[in-house]
């Protein structure tokens, strides 16, 4: 291992005992303290991450609060339903959101993978990895750290969920991991958020169209994702690295 390598190892490890310092501390802190946790850690090098799906709105309020120009990343897959875009256009205004960007699948990879935009029904591994784990790894290129709205009541994958995480060389914030539907219905209501477009259709949690279908009374909010497919997650939330 050369000079450059063992530097590079070394300044990982530290971020992650960091990372492991900061859950400890915020374990019991609310998403508000988090929020501003983070952006106090990762000054001008931490970005939110927003499906603008069917919750996607409390995350937003709250980050809104703490700082309306954190950057926001958004990934448009190129098979979004429209009501999320108008909704993510909505969203933007109503919030006052300064820094939004938007992201797509690099078009010579998609050309060559999925001319016809049928990746989905063949491989979704392989269409998530066109159309969402590059381009956020790309997005996530200038940054240390990234927000998320991952909670752990939305599936048996994230029950247990800690607040910040260290992935894939950089911290992951959870500010909202402990809370569950009343607490995120509760903040809709006292600040008169708009809720998904989809959601009073039974759509609990909102993707790509060809891949979302509604939800029935008793499952978890994530079971229309992937329906019939032991998939549960589209590979952004899973380690490529193998480091957490």
Not at 65 to 79: M, S
Not at 132 to 157: C, H, M
Not at 208 to 235: F, H, I, L, N, Y
């Amino acid at each position: 291992m050369g000079h450059l390598d063992i530097d590079a190892a070394q300044a990982e490890d530290a971020a992650r005992r960091a990372a492991a310092a900061l859950d400890a501390r915020l374990r019991q802190a609310s998403p508000l303290e988090i929020l501003a946790a983070a952006a106090e850690s990762h000054r001008g090098r931490v970005a939110v991450v927003s499906s603008f799906g069917a919750e996607s709105v409390v995350l937003l309020h709250m980050a809104s609060q703490v700082d309306r120009g954190f950057p926001v990343l958004f990934l448009d897959t190129g098979h979004m339903f429209p009501e999320t875009l108008a909704y993510r256009d909505d969203l933007i205004a109503r919030l006052g959101l300064t820094d939004v960007r938007t992201f797509h699948p690099d078009p010579v990879a998609r050309l060559a993978l999925d001319p016809q935009d049928a990746l989905w029904a063949d491989d979704t591994d392989a269409c998530c990895a066109l159309r969402k784990v590059e381009p956020l790894d790309r997005a996530l290129s200038p940054f240390s750290a990234w927000i998320n709205g991952r909670k752990r009541y939305q599936a048996e994958t994230r029950t247990a969920l800690r607040v910040v995480e260290f992935e894939d060389g950089r911290t992951k914030f959870n500010p909202l991991a402990a809370l569950g539907p009343a607490e995120i219905e509760g903040w809709m209501r006292a600040h008169a958020l708009p809720e998904h477009p989809l959601k009073k259709f039974g759509f609990l949690s909102v993707g790509c169209m060809p891949c979302t279908s509604r939800v029935a009374p008793g499952e978890d909010p994530r079971s229309g994702r992937w329906r019939g497919q032991a998939k549960t997650e589209c590979g952004i939330h899973v380690s490529r690295k193998n480091t957490d």
